[in-house]
């Protein structure tokens, strides 16, 4: 097999890897590589990678452009969606107390350190959504059965322990029998408990937070085509706490100054985008493949 080290040859990286050819009709899925970055991303983790940078400056920088898109008081990038929800569960936890900070994930003593959650949205997505939560130090409790949620199965899962509540958007999740997200806020919030929305893979970057979540999550190299990354956005105080996370558990979570360039950049370059015309040709090609299909015998095609 030859090495990476080759370049200068006519074969291209895949074959100097030995990788195996993909066709992707999967979508943005992390085990296939997540996305195809943008060009404005690349050439701006290109740029980033030759500069010395004081790394709270560059994510004041990255608040400025997420706070403008998402709608959130502040933002911050971090390494991915999961270790997103860890911060920001982790802050809640904790607040700015940076001496708590430094205890989690083994010593929550006199914190509040549960978290409820929908029973049909612990869903694995690669990894347990519930493990990012216990990462943190925090203790799953789970609300409601597999197939239905009631709103007293979340008020009565709240006590005095609550650190938050999540919420998943995502396919994973069972899509019928759950609580709205406004249902659930409203609940969470007669309660005084924080929501965090994990919005991994949604295209929508404003709604959620418009609907009622305190900070919600996103993935950066999903359908915004960035470099592997994490968007997290919301009120202030909380997302200030998720972000002093960087001195504790999210050490090993930290993103480097590339990715939070690149991911800078594709969301300015998402701001710029055709939409319309993105999901025109999205649904011309789920329309070809639904006409010839539907002329087989013995298949149903529909969208």
């Known amino acids: 097999m030859k090495t990476y080290s080759d370049a200068g040859s006519n074969t291209t990286i895949r074959e100097r890897l030995g990788l195996r050819p993909i066709i992707n009709v999967s979508g943005t899925m992390t085990a296939l590589g997540a996305s195809i970055i943008v060009p404005e991303a690349i050439s701006a983790m290109a740029e980033m990678a030759s500069q010395w ?3 709270d400056d560059l994510q004041r920088s990255a608040s400025a452009i997420v706070a403008r898109l998402t709608g959130g008081e502040t933002g911050f990038i971090t390494a991915c969606c999961a270790s997103g929800i860890t911060m920001a569960v982790a802050g809640a936890m904790t607040g700015t107390n940076l001496l708590a900070i430094e205890r989690l994930p083994d010593d929550t003593e006199g914190l ?10 612990i869903v694995n997505y690669g990894a347990p959504i519930d493990q990012s939560i216990r990462v943190a130090g925090a203790k799953v409790i789970p609300a409601g059965t597999v197939s239905v ?3 007293y199965h979340v008020r009565e899962a709240i006590n005095e322990r609550t650190a938050a509540a999540l919420y998943v958007v995502a396919h994973h999740t069972v899509q019928y029998g759950m609580l709205s997200l406004e249902e659930f806020c409203e609940i969470c919030h007669a309660k005084g ?17 418009a609907r009622g979540a305190d900070i919600v999550v996103y993935s950066g190299h999903k359908f915004l085509s960035g470099p592997t990354s994490g968007i997290v956005t919301g009120r202030k105080d909380l997302v200030r706490a998720a972000y002093l996370q960087n001195r504790g558990v999210a050490r ?7 990715s939070i360039a690149g991911t800078m950049a594709a969301l300015e370059a998402w701001e710029k985008r055709d939409h ?19 002329g ?8």
């Not at 408990?193 to 937070?209: K, N, Q, W």
């Not at 319309?276 to 649904?283: D, L, N, Q, S, V």
């Open 149 to 151: 949620t009631q709103d």
């Open 193 to 209: 408990v924080p929501v965090i929305v994990d919005a991994a893979s949604e295209y929508d970057l404003r709604s959620f937070l």
């Open 112 to 121: 509040k350190s549960e978290v409820v959650i929908q029973l049909g949205h």
């Open 276 to 294: 319309a015309g993105i999901r025109r040709r999205e649904e011309a090609a789920l329309n070809l493949w639904k006409d010839a299909l539907q």
């Open 53 to 55: 940078v004081e790394m």
């Open 252 to 258: 090993a979570m930290k993103v480097g100054k590339e």
């Open 296 to 303: 087989i015998s013995g298949i149903n095609a529909q969208i």
